[in-house]
């Protein structure tokens, strides 16, 4: 059973839009949602992160949107640049002791291309 | 300044054959994670270790073995490689405490013929 659900699984976005990506989740202990992004042939790296005790965080033209009441969360970047052509996971994690704490549970990931 | 390693960064086996991939982090972290990552998959979870000594199973763990006698290293072993091994394998650490970020090695492609 999937746990947390990322669409959509491609998107093309022109140089200067907004990229949007969603992702929903079912377990209501996870307690942080980060963001990777993905080059190709490289590992992925952390991007941004939120805990559900905010609704909106922002790091330069990445955001991301919270929605802990519909249980979803998206990332939003602004400007889009052909730089950012990746692929982006969300991801979600619980914090709690003992075994299996502070897994990520990754989405299935978002393949972005930004053309010129 | 390695940070986490991942060896070899490419490999082709047969099927029914026993092969290792390494993983080598410089940072100290208690936590490392084994994943794999396919097409349509994302990353599925395969075993994790919380310190030396202490490993657990994740999502997908049949076929594949783990072991960690020391801090910096957490080999992943498949013991009678199977076509549907073929994959990308990723290595990530994470340090004790409050952070949750795990940082991810280059990746290990790997062929099973």
Not at chain 1, 72 to 85: E, K, N, R, V
Not at chain 2, 27 to 46: A, N, V
Request: aromatic share 14%.
């Amino acid at each position: 059973q999937q746990q947390v659900k990322q669409s959509p699984q491609s998107l093309i976005v022109q140089k200067g839009g907004i990229s949007i990506i969603n992702c929903a989740y079912e377990n209501t202990a996870f307690d942080y949602f980060p963001w990777y992004q993905q080059f190709p042939g490289k590992g992925p790296a952390l991007l941004i992160a939120i805990r559900p005790d905010v609704s909106e965080k922002k790091e330069g033209r990445f955001t991301i949107s919270f929605n802990k009441s519909a249980k979803q969360f998206s990332l939003h970047i602004m400007d889009s640049q052909p730089g950012d052509s990746a692929t982006y996971f969300c991801a979600a994690s619980r914090g709690v002791s003992g075994a299996g704490s502070y897994q990520l549970t990754f989405g299935k990931g978002t393949k972005l291309s930004v053309i010129p | 300044d390695a940070g986490i390693t991942q060896s070899p960064r490419y490999k082709i086996t047969e099927t029914g054959r026993q092969v290792t991939l390494m993983c080598h982090q410089t940072w100290s972290h208690s936590y490392m994670f084994w994943y794999r990552q396919d097409l349509g998959h994302g990353l599925r979870l395969i075993y994790y270790s919380a310190a030396a000594d202490i490993t657990d199973k994740g999502e997908v763990p049949d076929g594949y073995v783990v072991s960690r006698s020391k801090t910096e290293n957490f080999p992943l072993t498949l013991e009678s490689a199977t076509r549907s091994q073929t994959s990308v394998y990723f290595c990530a650490s994470r340090g004790a405490g409050y952070s949750y970020e795990q940082y991810f090695g280059p990746g290990t492609r790997l062929t099973v013929t």
